[in-house]
């Protein structure tokens, strides 16, 4: 059992008494307590001396078990073993539960029934509204109902074994590999019966599961597809109907505009022209409409970027609710369009709206401001923002070769979180897009031979940074907790940093501005800019 006492924790182990197997499976709670507890412990080993589960109400942070790191975010799950070395690293205060649970059950039992590196992404409303009950049940015992916390927890154990096995299945079923072809052939003449037999089922059988999978009918859905895929070619370029109607797997035009309209109320040449509700998903193309003038119907919005104007509490869209919280909200706002990086999870959006998928890395936060401005409309206000960018670049040039002379040398920009360092790339942003892109700095080149192009950061930690030299350090963040502030001092102390020429020759510049060089986008590249230029020629 874990017990957290002024900061220290430690174990206590359960005594089973010699409890026998059987051949069925009995599961015990030991101790529930909140997640609001262990947050405070980032970077010490928490023991587990019981199977746990781990479940996250709100807030966000990463669990390593045995090494494995793991995302934590709102509807997460996880279930591990009592041997397990756990570490664990918030990024949003967490709240939810941690069970300590005994089980009377075998090996190959507890990786049939409920394994130990079992989890759920994404749990549904109804585990999420047991777990609380349970936790209210243990927290507040009520002697008139002595069994109640036993039932509780039963029957939470049996709809996570469900939830886990339906996950299981749906992900390495059939449907996987019918939805991959559909993906590649949705313009082409498929039939229901052709799915049917790529997946080894009946047709009945193949109608059934998918119209529960996706709550509405094979045929729907193709059209559906279509449908969406016309009109991000609408938002993005000016196709022939024609042309575009075969694209799409329609053989005319008119037939492609009757379906387009049956399925989103106006004629692709209306809906061309309206002025259209907008949801952005992340920071970046948030602020990218902003520039542009245009308020979100729903926005992800940084803290930095709240900062320099107030958002409407009903305009803001906050990801780290549950994915079926945040497909009501979307849904609810009635989008003409969604914005986003490519990621697989933007497919359960498809009945709400198209989705604008700009690919991550890929494209420059120029190329992503003009892409979306060509959407929204906006080509002319991005084009006139861009000339008064570019002149501030050629204004801190000027200044930077008065400063430092023309010959800028490398720079290098490190993030600094509580047990890692990462240095960036240019298409990683950071600030690099404006070092290594506008200002005529250079990485190092023991970060390109380490392939930082192919991945866009590299990952060190806190202590060995100083083995990577260049002529400019910039670091845009500093840990927040204890441990990782003396790490910190532990590398400024060391030798190696010592001996850098950045260090010798005073050009280390800490600025502790991570939410400001966390954007990649018009509005905080101007803003990394300014600040890149202050530090470096005061």
């Not at 051949?23 to 928490?46: A, C, E, G, Q, R």
């Not at 746990?52 to 073993?81: R, T």
Request: glycine fraction near 6%; aromatic fraction near 10%.
């Amino acid at each position: 059992m874990i017990i957290i006492e002024k900061g220290i924790i430690s174990t206590m182990p359960i005594q089973s008494g010699g409890m026998p197997h059987h051949s069925h499976p009995f599961y015990m709670p030991v101790k529930i307590s909140s997640l609001t507890s262990l947050s405070h412990y980032t970077t010490d080993n928490i023991p587990a001396t019981n199977s746990c589960i781990m479940i996250v109400w709100e807030g966000k942070g990463q669990l390593e078990i045995d090494g494995e790191p793991h995302n934590l975010k709102p509807g997460s799950i996880k279930n591990f073993a009592a041997s397990s070395n756990l570490k664990l690293e918030t990024e949003q205060q967490l709240q939810g539960m941690w069970i300590e649970y005994a089980s009377t059950a075998n090996r190959n039992q507890e990786d049939y029934y409920l394994n130990d590196s079992s989890s759920l992404h994404h749990a549904s409303t109804e585990l999420i509204a047991l777990s609380g009950e349970l936790y209210s049940a243990w927290i507040q015992p009520d002697n008139r109902k002595p069994f109640k916390v036993q039932q509780l927890f039963t029957q939470l154990i049996v709809n996570l074994h469900h939830e886990l096995a339906a996950t299981k299945e749906t992900s390495g079923s059939w449907l996987e590999h019918v939805f991959k072809y559909i993906e590649a052939h949705y313009n082409e003449d498929i039939t229901r019966e052709q799915m049917a037999t790529l997946a080894g089922v009946s047709p009945e059988h193949f109608s059934r599961t998918f119209r529960k999978i996706m709550g509405q009918t094979f045929s729907a859905y193709i059209t559906l597809l279509r449908i969406r895929r016309a009109q991000q070619r609408i938002l993005t370029s000016s196709p022939n109907l024609t042309t575009l109607a075969q694209e799409v797997g329609y053989e005319e035009g008119t037939y492609l505009s009757r379906k387009f309209k049956q399925l989103v109320g106006l004629s692709p040449t209306a809906y061309q022209n309206k002025n259209k509700k907008i949801v952005a998903l992340n920071y970046n193309h948030t602020a990218i409409l902003r520039v542009l003038e245009i308020m979100p119907q729903l926005g992800v919005y940084s803290d930095w970027h709240r900062s320099l104007e107030q958002v409407p509490a009903s305009k803001q869209l906050a990801m780290n609710e549950g994915s079926s919280s945040l497909f009501d909200s979307i849904a609810l706002a009635e989008p003409d369009i969604i914005i986003s990086y490519n990621i697989p999870e933007n497919k359960i959006l498809t009945p709400v709206a198209p989705v604008i998928e700009l690919p991550f890395m890929q494209m420059s936060w120029r190329e992503q401001f003009g892409l979306i401005a060509d959407v929204v409309n906006r080509r002319q206000r991005a084009e006139e923002w861009l000339g008064h960018y570019d002149g501030l670049c050629h204004a801190a040039n000027k200044k930077l070769n008065h400063s430092i002379g023309s010959e800028r040398g490398t720079a290098i920009v490190w993030e600094l979180s509580s047990r890692a360092a990462y240095c960036f790339s240019s298409s990683y942003g950071r600030g690099c897009q404006i070092l290594y892109g506008d200002l005529g700095f250079k990485p190092p080149s023991i970060i390109m031979e380490n392939g930082i192009m192919d991945s866009g950061y590299l990952v060190s930690s806190i202590e060995e940074i100083g083995t990577y030299p260049a002529d400019y350090i910039i670091i845009t963040s500093i840990p927040s907790s204890s441990e990782g502030r003396k790490r910190l001092s532990r590398l400024l102390r060391s030798r190696d940093w010592k001996q850098l020429d950045a260090v010798r020759n005073n050009r280390v510049y800490i600025l502790n501005k991570g939410d400001m060089f966390y954007g990649f986008d018009p509005l905080s590249s101007q803003a990394q800019l300014k600040e890149l230029l202050r530090v470096m020629t005061s």
